[in-house]
């Protein structure tokens, strides 16, 4: 095929020199990005198959060498492009099967008014902005307070069906939640959640009848661009969720991407349903195993509902980073939940990334795991839990450390006011060593929640890797003194000590931690903190053996490095199937 000069939107690419220019100005891209993006431009509109690329360019590599490279150039290409994998204006994924240029694509031969017309694509109209929308907690106005699950679950269900929007940004039910009970003006909540609108409501119920107020306010000005109140029997609850996101739709002008399941659940299931939710959320012990029993009541009273099966997989799951259960012990009720979820539902995005957390931290099978991520990622509306799942379980495992801060960042934007995602960013930007981000991100955390033992964790972890250790203990002390009884809050403050020369100190605490610490991963902090590589590399192997999540969460960190370099490394990756880390 002849060289030829490729136009779309602002870029120009150059096949002959390889060169592509951005308005004009050259654009860093070479090797493999550079090569698919080439083939994918040739043939603007079709198909590019996986198993094209691998012949192309990965021929003679493992299977996990080839997701790897492929998931990394395309990441890469994407970033130098400003795309987007949910919403690409450019690279377009088809899941299982490959990439497809979807952008119009023009040769330098076609009028330059037809460039100008592309190059104008790219700037908005003046003063139009993307809508946002975050729906606050409705206010529950029944006599039983006990009815407080249905008001909450009523929000996070209209939540859900308005994420299911194109060009919708809606703020995820922990940071809307976050303004419970609290009477603040909608301007200043606007602002903290960074929307353009706001939605409230409140529910009464009595009996068997249900009244639903709901209003759309402009963050702006204050002013109601829709209101309505709903008398209806209880059994109408799902037609007034949908017509209440209908409405809002209408009002802010978006289209629906993909439609919810039409499966009407016994009204009973859905009311267990709406209290597991409820009492999961309040993520206590006592409280998972509550919210349990309501999932598996919602199950006998429906068992072709879907949700109730998903929601249990997940109850199951979350017990497993919190050092209540370990992965071994609730990977099969993870599986069975999910694989029935989507027997009944094949287009569950919530079973997809369950299966592929277990495939990836339980199976250490690389290849399910990717496929099951896919499946989740492609969905209509992607939540910050399957990208929180995602980033840490898979892109951080194989060290695809930028695509799995990207992915914390899309989490973050949907819950800005959720202190565990922003730790969790800032932990990742730590142990990239981009470390003046991870400071950055954990003030802002820290300023959510002061004493939360996770940011003040990684806060210390971060300042001991700096060489910073009155700051390292400060943050240490906090973080076990919100939480002295996780391995991990105790092992980064006897890390620390140990530094500071207070050996004896240090040394008690990991004798209070004792022989089996859950998790793990505490002690084998400290040992490599340590420089005690050999038991540090003992303890990795334990974690291993145990299936503990952040054997593969922590694998590629720059904390492991002592370890990774050491002769003990390459047994631990054979056991979790790694491939090399770059």
């Known amino acids: 095929m002849p060289s030829r000069s490729y136009i779309f939107g602002p870029f120009v690419f150059e096949e002959a020199s390889a060169e592509l220019r951005k308005y004009g100005v050259r654009v860093r891209l070479q090797g493999q990005p550079l090569q698919i993006l080439t083939s994918l431009i040739r043939q603007p509109g079709q198909v590019v198959t996986r198993d094209e690329f691998q012949r192309q360019l990965w021929a003679g590599t493992t299977f996990v060498d080839f997701e790897h490279g492929l998931n990394a150039a395309i990441n890469r290409l994407r970033q130098v492009l400003g795309d987007s994998a949910d919403q690409p204006l450019y690279i377009e994924t088809l899941p299982g099967r490959g990439y497809r240029f979807v952008a119009s694509v023009q040769s330098a031969e076609q009028s330059m008014t037809a460039v100008k017309a592309a190059l104008a694509a790219e700037h908005p109209q003046p003063g139009r902005q993307r809508p946002s929308i975050a729906v606050l907690p409705f206010v529950n106005l029944s006599v039983d307070n006990e009815n407080e699950y249905f008001s909450d679950g009523l929000s996070e269900e209209i939540i859900n069906l308005l994420a299911r929007f194109s060009g919708l940004r809606v703020i995820a039910r922990t940071s809307a939640f976050a303004f419970k009970g609290k009477h603040e003006d909608i301007r200043r909540i606007a602002e903290a959640l960074e929307v353009t609108n706001i939605l409230e409501g409140s529910v009464r119920r009595a009996g068997n009848r249900i009244r639903v107020a709901a209003q759309l306010i402009a963050a702006a000005d204050g002013s109601h661009l829709w209101s309505e109140r709903y008398d209806r029997e209880l059994s109408d609850v799902f037609a007034i969720q949908d017509e209440i996101a209908q ?206 033992w996770l940011p003040n964790f990684i806060l210390a972890e971060t300042y001991l890797t700096l060489g910073r250790l009155p700051e390292a203990v400060a943050a240490a002390e906090k973080a076990y003194r919100a939480n002295p009884g996780h391995s991990m809050t105790w092992g980064i403050l006897a890390a620390v000590l140990a530094r500071l020369g207070e050996k004896n100190r240090a040394a008690a605490l990991v004798r209070e931690g004792g022989e089996s610490p859950n998790p793990i991963w505490g002690r084998v902090l400290f040992h490599l903190s340590c420089s005690e590589i050999e038991q540090a590399a003992s303890w990795y192997e334990k974690m291993i053996q145990q299936r503990e999540p952040f054997a593969i969460i922590f694998a590629s960190d720059s904390i492991l490095e002592p370890l990774r370099i050491s002769g003990y490394w390459p047994k631990l990756a054979r056991l979790m199937n790694l491939p090399e880390l770059a």
């Open 247 to 452: 409405a809002i739709a209408t009002a802010l002008q978006v289209k629906l991407a993909a439609k919810p399941s039409e499966y009407k659940p016994k009204l009973t299931a859905y009311e267990a349903l709406l209290r597991g939710r409820y009492y999961r959320q309040k993520f206590t012990p006592e409280a998972h195993a509550r919210g349990k029993e309501c999932f598996e009541q919602a199950i006998a009273l429906d068992p072709n509902y879907a949700a109730p099966h998903a929601e249990l997989g997940l109850n199951y799951l979350l017990l497993a980073p919190n050092a209540v259960r370990t992965l071994t012990e609730v990977a099969p009720f993870v599986r069975a939940g999910a694989r029935r979820a989507l027997e009944l539902d094949p287009s569950d995005g919530t079973s997809q990334f369950l299966l592929g957390a277990v495939a990836a931290a339980h199976d250490y099978d690389w290849k399910g795991a990717a496929d099951h991520f896919a499946k989740a990622m492609s969905g209509s509306s992607v939540s910050a839990e399957v990208r929180w799942c995602y980033a840490v379980h898979y892109l951080r495992a194989l060290g695809l450390r930028q695509e799995a801060v990207e992915q914390m960042q899309r989490a973050v934007e949907q819950d800005p006011l959720n202190v565990t995602w922003r730790a969790i960013l800032a932990h990742i930007l730590s142990t990239s060593e981009m470390y003046d981000r991870a400071l950055e991100e954990l003030g802002k955390a820290l300023e959510l929640d002061e004493s939360h």
